[in-house]
């Protein structure tokens, strides 16, 4: 498996251990590109976003696609995937994460 998808399976593998964590679940898919993975998650409610993990720098950098592009360290993904599913809006999600 390439550095940038095993980022990415890490990083939704991580998302999934906070949300059982709070007792949500949710799903994901893995999609594999040239320029790095996305990572498409479904959230309980039906809405959901997907991220991507590029291939050049999969350790520091990731873009949330919801439905603006938002940039943010793959360390704040789980609490930014939190916040959604718990009905925050993507810009209020971002915001918060970020802070």
Do not use: K
Not at 1 to 24: I, K, N, Q, S, W
Not at 60 to 80: A, G, N, Q, R
Request: aromatic share 10%; net charge negative; with cysteine.
């Amino acid at each position: 498996m390439e550095e940038h998808v095993r980022r990415a399976d890490e990083l939704a593998r991580t998302v999934a251990a906070r949300f059982a964590a709070e007792g949500l679940v949710f799903d994901y898919e893995l999609q594999p590109y040239d320029g790095g993975c996305m990572i498409h998650i479904d959230l309980a409610d039906g809405d959901g976003f997907t991220v991507t993990v590029a291939r050049t720098d999969p350790a520091t950098w990731i873009e949330v696609l919801d439905p603006e592009d938002y940039h943010l360290p793959p360390t704040s993904l789980p609490h930014y995937a939190l916040l959604r599913a718990r009905g925050a809006r993507p810009r209020d999600a971002w915001n918060l994460a970020e802070g």
